[in-house]
């Protein structure tokens, strides 16, 4: 599992479950996005005059940046690291990730802004006929239908599967990714509700569908900066949905405590996208302390998960404040 | 599928889809059809009594279907869309295309490449923003007419 040498520098070869989950996740994200490409070459044909149908459109392109970030993240985190990049490319998935919840945000205000201001302006949307098989129907109608049918890749294929692959791999771009293709029904919700207002002559309602479908841009905007930003902020490793700070810190102050010559452990751990750069400080039973023996520390503390292949261990007279002892874990 | 399932729905409680916000078609019907004429030489000819040509045919073929009498009003683009936004005209005529800038402030039909002396334009017609069963109306009358 270890390379000779040392566990000090991080790797970026993955476990077999891990490795399968990874091409499992790469499969889905190109799948996403030849879907998420027809569904918005099919909605370009019934736009139609719209503000909401519209806003769910540019929805739709804005939901491709998650996985092109995601793409061109995994060609970078599979590069070792170097003297250039001691720490590998894992933060590429980082970056990743506030790009798109700078775009995200961006995107969304603007189409709050333009939403509001058509609604003050109270303008009223305008959704003629098309001629379809030698019959004049209503667009809306076509409108609605298309909005029924694609919601179903997002909803029920690739977002659970999504959601599925990013515990297994610590992934939390892919599962805000996962996370907002499950919440897309919202958006195809809102649009229909839009629509069948403009249709029942209740003009506003389509304005409010905009509105609503353009806060929910702009608050998944927040979400994904405001975790990308922490995340290279180093905060304190978390688990992959940011709930709870991440057990593996408990475990690796556990490993080191029951070592015989260890009194007193604790742990820096940063995230560092897939994976976990660990500084562990240790307070040594006697002031000599064998490297021989910081060594095997280290392997040990790899051989506790695949995240944490990137470790140092210090040995120190007193444990840093800010050091997480994972007393509770 | 869903959409037909909720266009029965809708039927079955009696409520026209589409349906406008301002009532254009149901005061139209049996009523008053208040037309704008921009004069375009081969489409609208403006100096007889009463506007002649393809489109002003058109609109009383589309008068006809809901049993209107239509009144004209003749003037430039700009005089009567303002008209048509004020709520003082039901539908503007003239040599008005699918790229037409007006689309900012007033409804347009499908273009239609069929009408007589378009020589190639796709023409559109404009109707007050989002009347848009008065809109559809008219459209059907119009691809009877002149077809898609």
Not at chain 1, 185 to 205: D, F, R
Not at chain 1, 232 to 244: E, G, H, N, T, W
Not at chain 2, 100 to 122: Q, V
Request: charged fraction near 20%; glycine fraction near 10%; aromatic fraction near 6%.
């Amino acid at each position: 599992m270890t390379r000779p040498g040392s566990a000090q520098f991080g790797r970026t070869d993955l476990p077999e479950k891990q490795r399968i989950a990874l091409k499992k996740a790469i499969r889905w994200e190109l799948f996403t996005i030849v879907y998420t490409s027809i569904t918005i070459t099919v909605v370009a044909f019934v736009v139609g005059g719209s503000q909401a149908m519209r806003t769910a459109w540019i929805e739709d392109m804005l939901s491709l940046l998650p996985q092109l970030a995601f793409l061109t993240a995994v060609i970078f985190v599979r590069r070792r690291p170097s003297v250039k990049h001691p720490y590998g490319l894992h933060r590429a998935m980082a970056v990743g990730h506030l790009v798109a919840g700078i775009a995200l945000l961006a995107v969304g205000l603007n189409l709050a802004v333009e939403a509001a201001t058509g609604l003050i302006a109270a303008e009223h949307p305008t959704i003629g006929t098309v001629q379809l098989f030698g019959q004049t129907i209503w667009l809306g109608w076509l409108m609605i239908a298309v909005m029924v049918i694609v919601v179903v890749g997002p909803v029920f294929i690739y977002g659970p599967a999504k959601a599925k692959l990013a515990p297994v791999l610590h992934n939390k771009l892919l599962y805000a990714d996962a996370d907002m293709a499950k919440a897309d029904w919202q958006t195809n919700a809102a649009s229909i509700v839009g629509v069948l207002g403009i249709g029942l002559g209740i003009w506003w309602l389509d304005g409010a569908a905009a509105l609503f479908i353009s806060i929910g841009i702009v608050w998944d905007g927040v979400r994904n900066t405001k975790g990308a930003v922490i995340d290279l902020m180093d905060q304190r490793a978390r688990s992959y949905d940011d709930k709870k700070p991440h057990p593996l810190a408990g475990a690796i102050t556990g490993y080191l405590r029951s070592l015989p010559w260890v009194v007193d452990a604790g742990v820096r751990l940063r995230d560092e996208g897939q994976v976990f750069h660990v500084e562990a400080f240790v307070v040594p039973r006697r002031a000599k302390v064998r490297t021989e023996a910081l060594s095997a520390a280290s392997e040990g503390i790899t051989r506790l998960d695949w995240k944490v292949q990137d470790v140092v261990v210090v040995p120190v007279e007193e444990l840093p404040s800010e050091a997480d002892r994972a007393l509770g874990g | 599928m869903l959409a037909c399932l909720a266009a029965l729905w809708l039927a079955a409680c009696g409520v026209q889809v589409p349906s406008d916000p301002d009532g254009t078609l149901d005061r139209v019907s049996g009523g008053e059809l208040r037309v704008g004429a921009v004069e375009e030489p081969g489409l609208v000819e403006t100096e007889g009594p009463s506007p002649e040509g393809p489109l002003p045919e058109l609109v009383r073929g589309f008068a006809d279907t809901v049993d209107a009498r239509v009144t004209w009003r003749v003037g430039s683009e700009e005089t009567l869309v303002t008209a048509l936004e004020d709520g003082e005209l039901d539908l503007v005529i003239g040599g008005f295309t699918d790229q037409t800038p007006w689309i900012e402030r007033a409804g347009l039909t499908r273009g239609y490449r069929n009408i007589e002396h378009a020589d190639g334009r796709s023409l559109v017609l404009l109707v007050p923003m989002g009347e848009n069963a008065f809109l559809s109306a008219l459209e059907r009358s119009l691809d009877e007419e002149v077809g898609g």
